[in-house]
């Protein structure tokens, strides 16, 4: 589905845990958390399907902190990407309250050492171009690249925080081999795509305004990736960083 799991601080809580869920009973707690997460009634992912994707050899984990209070979670499936296996993070959250404590970026750690003890060549996963916090911790703070733009991905989503907008998706994905990320071309001439200070806010008081964004960034995002071009960087204003490519 998304990540939201932005996450700009460091000091985390040492009493804070990140394991894998076994039992039943804990993955409704997850579902839980991310229905709280995401704010909506309806279960944004089903406690079956987690559960067989744990079964199947998948990536279902938590965060706990005081050893039992869930704060966080990811639940992720494997895949192939670029010809080699690949685990899929589709969903992962944290509460409000451990935002900005580091925690995030943990998951996103541990999730990167259990690829690497199963030989993975990526993690990859999916997150709106709009929203700046995440386009800050994906690309800024853990150096995924970015491999393409997928238009309207999952189509209609009725929650807080995406309702009213169409699904666009950036898929990022982060070599499990390589903790430096992408390859940066600050040398090269870039050019910049701005994005807007809150898009969730602007969905709420300004529909309008906040589909002329989305309609922005597609077509100065979508297109110069499709034409081979890369994003190299994100900056602290919101801006990408985009180097074209050529046609062949």
């Not at 997850?30 to 559960?51: A, C, K, M, P």
């Not at 050899?57 to 494997?78: E, H, I, K, R, T």
């Not at 300004?206 to 110069?224: F, I, Q, T």
Request: glycine share 10%.
């Amino acid at each position: 589905m998304t990540e939201q799991s932005a996450d700009h601080g460091s000091e985390l809580d040492a009493d804070i845990e990140i394991r894998l869920l076994e039992t039943t009973a804990d993955i409704r707690r997850l579902v839980e958390l991310f229905n709280q997460v995401w704010g909506t009634s309806t279960d944004v992912v089903g406690i079956e399907l987690i559960r067989a994707i744990g079964h199947a050899g998948g990536y279902v984990a938590a965060a706990f902190v005081n050893d039992d209070q869930m704060v966080g979670g990811s639940v992720g499936f494997l895949g192939r990407h670029r010809d080699q296996p690949t685990l899929h993070s589709h969903l992962t959250g944290v509460l409000p309250g451990v935002r900005h404590t580091g925690l995030g970026r943990a998951i996103k750690l541990h999730q990167r050492a259990w690829a690497a003890e199963r030989d993975l060549g990526w993690i990859t996963w999916t997150f709106d171009p709009l929203v700046r916090a995440n386009a800050w911790f994906n690309l800024g703070v853990l150096g995924a690249e970015v491999h393409e733009y997928l238009v309207d991905f999952y189509g209609p989503i009725d929650d807080s925080i995406n309702a009213g907008d169409e699904s666009d998706r950036l898929l990022v994905a982060w070599a499990v081999a390589d903790a430096a990320g992408a390859e940066r071309a600050q040398e090269q001439e870039t050019f910049t795509v701005p994005t807007p200070d809150d898009i969730v806010v602007l969905r709420r008081t300004s529909p309008a305004e906040a589909d002329g964004w989305r309609r922005r960034v597609r077509l100065e995002l979508a297109g110069p990736l499709e034409a081979g071009g890369r994003v190299v960087g994100f900056t602290r204003d919101g801006d990408y960083l985009v180097v074209r490519g050529r046609r062949s």
